[in-house]
């Protein structure tokens, strides 16, 4: 309801850090810092691209990713 004819709903995905980021490559921080997450358990709300799919994949194991 509400939504013009021909929009499209993009994917949302809820991102939490769930490691440190202490012991990792400093392109791990980057990205990190780059997502704008900086605690952890820290989540933050993003619409999926293909830069995004890029990002999680390289700090996949220190992060969480659930579908909004």
Known sequence: ???RRGFKM???VK???VK???ACLP?????VAALGLKKI???KIFTVNAALEGQLAL???M??????
């Open 1 to 3: 309801y509400g939504l």
């Open 10 to 12: 993009e994917k949302q």
């Open 15 to 17: 991102v939490t850090l």
């Open 20 to 22: 440190s980021t202490i």
């Open 27 to 31: 392109k791990q921080k980057a990205v």
């Open 41 to 43: 358990n820290q989540s």
């Open 59 to 61: 700090v996949a194991h």
């Open 63 to 68: 992060v969480k990713v659930e579908n909004v």
